[in-house]
Protein backbone atom coordinates (compact mmCIF):
# COMPACT_ATOMS: atom_id res chain seq x y z
CA UNK A 1 0.00 0.00 0.00
CA UNK A 2 2.52 2.19 0.89
CA UNK A 3 4.54 1.72 -2.58
CA UNK A 4 1.35 2.15 -4.13
CA UNK A 5 0.34 5.38 -2.91
CA UNK A 6 3.90 6.49 -3.32
CA UNK A 7 4.25 5.68 -6.72
CA UNK A 8 1.14 7.35 -8.31
CA UNK A 9 1.89 10.13 -6.29
CA UNK A 10 4.83 10.47 -8.46
CA UNK A 11 2.84 9.17 -11.29
CA UNK A 12 -0.20 11.57 -10.99
CA UNK A 13 1.54 14.82 -10.59
CA UNK A 14 2.96 15.21 -13.97
CA UNK A 15 0.00 14.99 -15.32
CA UNK A 16 -1.94 17.03 -12.94
CA UNK A 17 0.73 19.75 -13.83
CA UNK A 18 -0.27 19.26 -17.60
CA UNK A 19 -3.76 19.18 -17.41
CA UNK A 20 -3.32 22.50 -14.67
CA UNK A 21 -0.27 24.33 -16.81
CA UNK A 22 -1.11 26.77 -19.55
CA UNK A 23 1.35 27.64 -22.52
CA UNK A 24 2.50 30.71 -22.64
CA UNK A 25 0.66 33.39 -24.75
CA UNK A 26 3.62 35.31 -25.19
CA UNK A 27 5.44 34.21 -28.99
CA UNK A 28 9.10 34.74 -27.17
CA UNK A 29 7.98 33.17 -24.50
CA UNK A 30 6.48 30.47 -26.08
CA UNK A 31 9.44 29.70 -27.80
CA UNK A 32 12.25 30.00 -24.48
CA UNK A 33 9.68 27.19 -23.12
CA UNK A 34 10.01 25.38 -25.88
CA UNK A 35 13.62 25.33 -26.43
CA UNK A 36 14.22 24.64 -22.81
CA UNK A 37 11.85 21.93 -22.63
CA UNK A 38 10.06 23.30 -20.05
CA UNK A 39 6.48 24.50 -21.41
CA UNK A 40 4.86 24.28 -17.78
CA UNK A 41 7.54 27.19 -16.38
CA UNK A 42 5.28 29.42 -14.45
CA UNK A 43 4.12 26.06 -12.41
CA UNK A 44 8.08 25.18 -11.94
CA UNK A 45 9.09 28.31 -10.55
CA UNK A 46 6.20 28.54 -8.25
CA UNK A 47 7.05 25.28 -6.42
CA UNK A 48 10.62 26.29 -6.96
CA UNK A 49 10.30 29.66 -4.96
CA UNK A 50 9.02 27.41 -2.09
CA UNK A 51 11.36 24.87 -2.32
CA UNK A 52 14.00 27.31 -2.37
CA UNK A 53 12.76 29.06 0.45
CA UNK A 54 12.53 25.92 2.66
CA UNK A 55 15.96 25.33 1.71
CA UNK A 56 17.47 28.25 2.59
CA UNK A 57 16.22 28.44 5.99
CA UNK A 58 15.89 24.55 6.54
CA UNK A 59 17.45 22.30 4.81
CA UNK A 60 21.01 23.93 3.79
CA UNK A 61 21.78 25.13 7.54
CA UNK A 62 20.72 21.48 8.46
CA UNK A 63 23.21 19.92 5.89
CA UNK A 64 25.68 22.69 6.94
CA UNK A 65 25.95 21.82 11.06
CA UNK A 66 26.18 18.29 9.59
CA UNK A 67 29.20 18.54 7.08
CA UNK A 68 31.23 20.98 9.67
CA UNK A 69 30.15 18.91 12.95
CA UNK A 70 30.15 15.23 11.80
CA UNK A 71 33.20 13.77 11.33
CA UNK A 72 34.03 12.72 7.15
CA UNK A 73 34.59 9.26 7.89
CA UNK A 74 31.16 8.79 9.84
CA UNK A 75 29.43 10.71 7.25
CA UNK A 76 31.01 8.27 4.73
CA UNK A 77 30.06 5.46 6.35
CA UNK A 78 26.57 6.35 6.91
CA UNK A 79 26.82 7.37 2.70
CA UNK A 80 28.05 3.67 2.25
CA UNK A 81 25.16 2.50 4.10
CA UNK A 82 22.32 4.34 2.02
CA UNK A 83 24.17 2.87 -1.11
CA UNK A 84 24.26 -0.32 0.00
CA UNK A 85 20.61 -0.15 1.18
CA UNK A 86 19.92 1.28 -2.22
CA UNK A 87 21.86 -1.49 -4.47
CA UNK A 88 18.35 -4.05 -4.84
CA UNK A 89 17.30 -0.64 -7.20
CA UNK A 90 19.92 -1.04 -8.89
CA UNK A 91 20.47 -4.44 -8.91
CA UNK A 92 16.90 -4.70 -10.68
CA UNK A 93 17.48 -1.71 -13.35
CA UNK A 94 20.76 -3.51 -14.27
CA UNK A 95 19.13 -6.75 -15.12
CA UNK A 96 15.69 -4.71 -16.75
CA UNK A 97 18.60 -3.04 -19.12
CA UNK A 98 20.16 -6.30 -20.11
CA UNK A 99 23.45 -5.71 -18.00
CA UNK A 100 24.40 -9.05 -16.62
CA UNK A 101 28.18 -8.13 -15.23
CA UNK A 102 26.98 -4.69 -14.03
CA UNK A 103 24.11 -6.79 -12.23
CA UNK A 104 26.90 -9.17 -10.69
CA UNK A 105 29.34 -6.68 -10.00
CA UNK A 106 25.97 -5.02 -7.53
CA UNK A 107 25.00 -8.20 -6.21
CA UNK A 108 28.85 -9.05 -5.27
CA UNK A 109 28.98 -5.49 -4.03
CA UNK A 110 25.91 -6.29 -1.90
CA UNK A 111 27.14 -9.59 -0.52
CA UNK A 112 31.05 -8.03 0.64
CA UNK A 113 29.60 -5.04 1.67
CA UNK A 114 26.82 -6.47 4.02
CA UNK A 115 28.77 -8.68 5.22
CA UNK A 116 32.70 -8.02 5.27
CA UNK A 117 32.06 -4.28 5.10
CA UNK A 118 29.37 -4.73 8.61
CA UNK A 119 26.07 -3.65 6.88
CA UNK A 120 27.52 -1.54 4.67
CA UNK A 121 29.39 0.93 6.79
CA UNK A 122 32.88 0.30 5.24
CA UNK A 123 33.31 -0.18 0.98
CA UNK A 124 35.32 -3.39 1.04
CA UNK A 125 33.75 -4.29 -2.59
CA UNK A 126 35.55 -1.16 -4.54
CA UNK A 127 39.08 -2.39 -3.54
CA UNK A 128 38.34 -6.56 -4.36
CA UNK A 129 37.25 -5.12 -8.12
CA UNK A 130 33.60 -3.91 -8.03
CA UNK A 131 33.35 -0.55 -8.35
CA UNK A 132 30.08 1.41 -7.62
CA UNK A 133 27.92 2.87 -10.39
CA UNK A 134 24.70 4.87 -10.85
CA UNK A 135 21.42 3.18 -12.14
CA UNK A 136 17.52 3.73 -12.06
CA UNK A 137 14.46 3.29 -13.40
CA UNK A 138 14.66 6.59 -15.18
CA UNK A 139 17.66 5.07 -17.08
CA UNK A 140 16.03 2.15 -17.67
CA UNK A 141 13.36 4.04 -19.36
CA UNK A 142 15.87 6.25 -21.52
CA UNK A 143 17.45 2.79 -22.68
CA UNK A 144 14.33 1.62 -23.51
CA UNK A 145 13.35 4.67 -26.20
CA UNK A 146 11.37 6.07 -23.33
CA UNK A 147 11.70 10.03 -24.06
CA UNK A 148 12.47 12.35 -21.06
CA UNK A 149 9.52 14.66 -21.96
CA UNK A 150 8.71 18.10 -20.21
CA UNK A 151 10.89 19.63 -17.17
CA UNK A 152 9.63 19.12 -13.89
CA UNK A 153 10.34 21.03 -10.53
CA UNK A 154 8.51 18.17 -8.31
CA UNK A 155 7.70 19.07 -4.95
CA UNK A 156 10.58 17.12 -2.03
CA UNK A 157 12.17 15.66 -5.07
CA UNK A 158 13.22 18.69 -6.69
CA UNK A 159 14.33 19.10 -10.53
CA UNK A 160 13.37 16.07 -12.90
CA UNK A 161 11.18 15.44 -15.73
CA UNK A 162 8.05 13.16 -17.19
CA UNK A 163 10.52 10.14 -17.26
CA UNK A 164 12.33 10.51 -14.06
CA UNK A 165 9.25 11.35 -12.05
CA UNK A 166 7.69 7.99 -13.41
CA UNK A 167 10.85 6.01 -12.36
CA UNK A 168 11.19 7.21 -9.08
CA UNK A 169 7.97 6.30 -8.31
CA UNK A 170 8.35 2.65 -10.00
CA UNK A 171 11.69 2.15 -8.17
CA UNK A 172 9.48 2.08 -5.33
CA UNK A 173 8.90 -1.34 -5.37
CA UNK A 174 12.07 -2.45 -6.31
CA UNK A 175 13.21 -0.70 -2.74
CA UNK A 176 13.13 -3.20 0.32
CA UNK A 177 12.29 -1.07 3.02
CA UNK A 178 8.82 -0.51 0.95
CA UNK A 179 7.80 -3.64 2.24
CA UNK A 180 9.42 -3.72 6.03
CA UNK A 181 6.64 -4.45 8.48
CA UNK A 182 7.81 -5.01 11.96
CA UNK A 183 7.24 -2.69 14.94
CA UNK A 184 9.32 0.47 14.14
CA UNK A 185 9.57 0.10 9.83
CA UNK A 186 7.85 2.83 9.68
CA UNK A 187 10.40 5.32 11.77
CA UNK A 188 13.38 3.55 9.72
CA UNK A 189 11.75 4.02 6.12
CA UNK A 190 11.64 7.94 7.29
CA UNK A 191 15.13 7.74 9.18
CA UNK A 192 16.05 6.70 5.97
CA UNK A 193 14.81 8.73 3.63
CA UNK A 194 15.54 12.22 6.25
CA UNK A 195 19.49 10.69 6.39
CA UNK A 196 19.67 10.36 2.65
CA UNK A 197 18.15 13.75 1.89
CA UNK A 198 20.78 15.18 4.27
CA UNK A 199 23.75 13.40 2.46
CA UNK A 200 22.57 14.58 -0.41
CA UNK A 201 22.22 18.19 0.33
CA UNK A 202 26.21 18.21 2.24
CA UNK A 203 27.39 17.12 -0.79
CA UNK A 204 26.01 19.71 -3.07
CA UNK A 205 26.65 22.43 -1.25
CA UNK A 206 29.70 23.42 -2.85
CA UNK A 207 27.93 23.55 -5.88
CA UNK A 208 25.00 25.18 -5.05
CA UNK A 209 26.53 27.85 -3.14
CA UNK A 210 28.12 28.49 -5.91
CA UNK A 211 25.31 28.27 -8.23
CA UNK A 212 23.40 31.09 -5.70
CA UNK A 213 26.49 33.35 -5.85
CA UNK A 214 26.98 33.90 -9.44
CA UNK A 215 24.15 33.50 -11.66
CA UNK A 216 21.41 35.69 -11.85
CA UNK A 217 18.91 33.20 -12.38
CA UNK A 218 19.14 29.99 -10.20
CA UNK A 219 15.80 28.11 -11.38
CA UNK A 220 17.12 28.56 -14.81
CA UNK A 221 20.85 27.57 -13.78
CA UNK A 222 19.53 24.33 -12.19
CA UNK A 223 17.25 23.36 -14.81
CA UNK A 224 20.13 23.77 -17.61
CA UNK A 225 22.17 21.55 -15.24
CA UNK A 226 19.87 19.13 -14.05
CA UNK A 227 19.14 18.23 -17.85
CA UNK A 228 22.65 18.80 -18.81
CA UNK A 229 23.83 15.90 -15.70
CA UNK A 230 20.59 13.78 -16.79
CA UNK A 231 21.97 13.91 -20.59
CA UNK A 232 25.24 12.46 -19.54
CA UNK A 233 24.28 10.23 -17.69
CA UNK A 234 21.46 8.20 -20.18
CA UNK A 235 24.08 8.70 -22.81
CA UNK A 236 27.10 6.86 -20.31
CA UNK A 237 24.50 4.20 -19.66
CA UNK A 238 24.15 3.50 -23.44
CA UNK A 239 28.01 3.31 -24.34
CA UNK A 240 28.58 1.16 -21.27
CA UNK A 241 30.14 -2.17 -22.12
CA UNK A 242 29.67 -4.59 -18.79
CA UNK A 243 30.80 -7.69 -20.59
CA UNK A 244 34.55 -6.46 -19.81
CA UNK A 245 36.07 -8.77 -16.76
CA UNK A 246 36.87 -7.64 -13.29
CA UNK A 247 39.67 -4.77 -13.02
CA UNK A 248 41.93 -7.79 -10.58
CA UNK A 249 41.21 -10.46 -13.26
CA UNK A 250 44.47 -11.81 -15.11
CA UNK A 251 43.93 -11.49 -18.34
CA UNK A 252 46.45 -10.48 -21.41
CA UNK A 253 45.35 -7.08 -21.55
CA UNK A 254 44.14 -4.49 -18.93
CA UNK A 255 39.89 -4.35 -19.08
CA UNK A 256 38.51 -1.72 -20.68
CA UNK A 257 37.42 1.75 -18.93
CA UNK A 258 33.57 1.51 -18.43
CA UNK A 259 31.97 4.75 -19.30
CA UNK A 260 29.12 4.42 -16.38
CA UNK A 261 28.53 6.97 -14.47
CA UNK A 262 29.76 7.13 -10.69
CA UNK A 263 27.26 7.15 -7.77
CA UNK A 264 25.99 8.85 -6.05
CA UNK A 265 25.35 11.91 -8.40
CA UNK A 266 21.91 13.42 -7.08
CA UNK A 267 19.96 14.89 -9.99
CA UNK A 268 18.22 17.47 -7.12
CA UNK A 269 21.00 19.85 -5.54
CA UNK A 270 18.53 19.84 -2.60
CA UNK A 271 18.36 16.17 -1.74
CA UNK A 272 17.40 12.87 -3.01
CA UNK A 273 16.24 13.64 -6.38
CA UNK A 274 13.73 12.03 -9.21
CA UNK A 275 16.16 10.47 -10.68
CA UNK A 276 18.72 9.58 -8.19
CA UNK A 277 19.05 5.81 -6.72
CA UNK A 278 18.46 7.10 -3.08
CA UNK A 279 16.14 5.52 -0.60
CA UNK A 280 12.18 6.18 -0.37
CA UNK A 281 9.90 7.26 1.64
CA UNK A 282 8.02 4.55 3.38
Not at 137 to 159: D, E, H, I, K, R
Not at 208 to 214: A, G, H, K, V
Request: proline residues 10%; contains cysteine; charged residues 15%.
Amino acid sequence: MRAALLSFSCLAFPALLAGCAAKPADPDALAASRENNDPYEHVNRKLFGIYHAIDTHALRPVAVAYRDNVPRPVRGSLHNVLNNIANPVQFCNDVLQGKPRRAGDTFVRTVLNTSIGLGGFFDVATGLGYPDHSNDFGLTLALWGVPSGPFLFLPVLGPSDFRDGIGYGVSTVFNPLTYASFGGSNALGFSVFGVGALDARSRALTDTDSIERSSLDPYAAYRSLYQQHRAAQVTAARTDRPATVPSWYASAEPAPTTSAPAKPAPASPFGSGAGSGAPTPP
